[in-house]
Structure formats: structure tokens, C-alpha cells
């Protein structure tokens, strides 16, 4: 079961439901699933899962992306590898010929059709990835190079390591980046079911109906989880009530939850009404997961 953890914006809650959801599960404390539980932080960009798991550092490894790199003394000067690049990534002047990395997508149209071999494809490092276990919980993250343009490639390296890395009897939480942008699509695109954690302000409303337009384009199965419930108003819960879009938990606002985060500590240990509203999401998403 692959479980992706989505906001509309940052600052919802999403990390800290990913992270005490993720945790709770390798304990293994209700549901009796024996099964691998794995977190993966998508959000790469900042990725801040680990501030609340500690795991011991088992792997760690450089991501790349292929970039071309222009030779000379074989150019002629053709202007063909500027013509091929949808992406404005080359730019050929009478003497010489500049490649913009930044703008790349790593297509291979330049290398595979310049008539004279002169653009080969050289690995840029674009971040990294680690592995972490703490007790039965799997914890993976990539960071992403600062000065990257995009947190695609990384994040679908990522999720390839993964699948690569885990199968069979695992339930993967994957912590996504905020937003409905390009890294939010990759991260989701795939995922057997998407938790979108809103918070009950006009803002966060806004937010929500724009990611769950997106959801809704990628066909996924998905549900809401109100983060911070009893703060502003309850547009939150007429508006999925009259969309029928299924509410699978109300997280409470409350000053402990706030202080515990901020000391980096998981909130089910010491809350019990967190614990079993995480508890009964889970059972949501499970029952969600297998209707057809």
C-alpha cells in the first residue's frame, strides 16, 4: 500500500501526520499488520521528516541527471542541437556553443541527433539520498543541491529506489511537497491512495479545492484530514460534505501539540486524542483503499 501524504499549501500539518502516522504503524500498537512500514520525505526541496525520526544512518547516495557537455573539436556549428531543444537549454554563437543546465530536462535529443558526436551526456549531481532504520521503521530522505531548478528528477529517482529497495508486504507513507507544482504530480501520480491535510481557514479551503482538482485529474483515490480543528471556521467540512468527499480525521488544535513539535518530538506518545485519531485514519484509508 503506497500512501502519499499531500497539502494544498505548506504549513498544514502534513510532515507531522506523515511522521506519527509512519511511526505508530511500526509499533504495531492496534492494527497487527506484520507488515514493513517505510517513510519516505518526497519533499526535497525541505525535507524535515527527519527532525522527528532518528533513525541510524544505513546508505547513503548522489543522485545525477545527465547533461550534455559540448566538444569542440568535433562541432561544426550546425545549430541542429539548438533547433532539437524544446527546453531553450543550448545556445550556439559562431565560436562556441553554451549549455544551460539549469534549463536541461535531460531529453538526449541533442546527443542522439547532432550529426557530428559533439554533445555527450555527463552526470550533474543533483542531491542526495540517505537511509535511515529506526527499530522497525524505515525512514528515507533526499535533499535536494542548493541552486537545483527542479525536484523532479530527484523525486522520481527516489521513489525508484524504493520500489526498487521494498515490495510485497509494506505499507509506504510518502511525505509529499505542498502545492499542486510539477513535484507535487510526480510524487502523487502513482500512489494507491492521497491524505490531503487542510487546516480550517479560507486559505486553507482554497488550497484544498485546488489539490483535490488535481487528485481528481490523476485519478486517485484520496480523503481530507483536518489539521488544527477549532481554528477558524467550518467552510471546510460544508464544502466536502457537499462534494461527498470523505473527512477521515479532525486533528484538535491544542498548545501541547505545538510545543511538542517544536522540540521535534512525535505528538501520539503524549496525546492520546492524536493517537487515536491517527489510528482512525488509518483504519479510513485501509477501508478507502480496497473499495472499488
Same mark, same amino acid.
Given at each position: 500500500m503506497n500512501i502519499a501524504i499531500a497539502s494544498g499549501k505548506g504549513g498544514t500539518g502534513k510532515t507531522t501526520l506523515a511522521s506519527n502516522l509512519a511511526s505508530l504503524l511500526s509499533k504495531n500498537t492496534k492494527n497487527q499488520l506484520n507488515k514493513k512500514i517505510i517513510l519516505v520525505d518526497l519533499d526535497v526541496e525541505e525535507p524535515n521528516s527527519g527532525l522527528f525520526i532518528k533513525g541510524k544512518l544505513t546508505t547513503q547516495e548522489d543522485k545525477f541527471r545527465a547533461v550534455p557537455m559540448w566538444n569542440n573539436k568535433k562541432c561544426t556549428f550546425c545549430e541542429q542541437c539548438k533547433s532539437f531543444c524544446n527546453f531553450n537549454?543550448?545556445?550556439? *554563437?559562431p565560436n562556441s556553443v553554451l549549455i544551460f543546465p539549469e534549463l536541461c530536462h535531460?531529453?538526449?535529443?541533442? #546527443?542522439e541527433l547532432c550529426p557530428d558526436d559533439a554533445l555527450?551526456? #555527463?552526470?550533474r549531481k543533483i542531491g542526495t539520498l540517505s537511509h535511515y532504520k529506526l527499530n522497525d521503521l524505515v525512514f528515507i530522505e533526499s535533499r535536494l543541491e542548493i541552486g537545483e531548478p527542479s525536484a523532479v528528477p530527484l523525486i522520481k529517482q527516489t521513489k525508484e529506489y524504493v520500489n526498487k529497495k521494498f515490495s510485497g508486504n509494506t505499507i509506504i507513507i510518502f511525505d509529499s511537497p505542498p502545492g499542486t507544482?510539477?513535484?507535487?504530480?510526480?510524487?502523487?501520480?502513482?500512489? =494507491?491512495f492521497v491524505v490531503l491535510v487542510t487546516e480550517p481557514t479560507p486559505f486553507g *479551503?482554497? =488550497?484544498l479545492k485546488l489539490a483535490i482538482e488535481t487528485v481528481k485529474k490523476l485519478n486517485r483515490k484520496f480523503a481530507v484530514v483536518i489539521n488544527k480543528y477549532g481554528i477558524g471556521n467550518n467552510d471546510v467540512d460544508k464544502y466536502c460534505e457537499k462534494n461527498k468527499i470523505p473527512i477521515i480525521g479532525r486533528i484538535p488544535d491544542m498548545k501541547k501539540i505545538a510545543e511538542l513539535y517544536s522540540r521535534g518530538k512525535l505528538l501520539y506518545d503524549e496525546i492520546i486524542e492524536v493517537k487515536e485519531e491517527i489510528e482512525n485514519i488509518f483504519s479510513e484509508v485501509t477501508t478507502l483503499c480496497i473499495e472499488n
Open positions: 537549454a543550448i545556445a550556439v *554563437l535531460s531529453c538526449f535529443a541533442c #546527443t555527450k551526456m #555527463t552526470d507544482s510539477c513535484p507535487v504530480i510526480e510524487s502523487v501520480k502513482n500512489m =494507491d *479551503l482554497h =488550497d
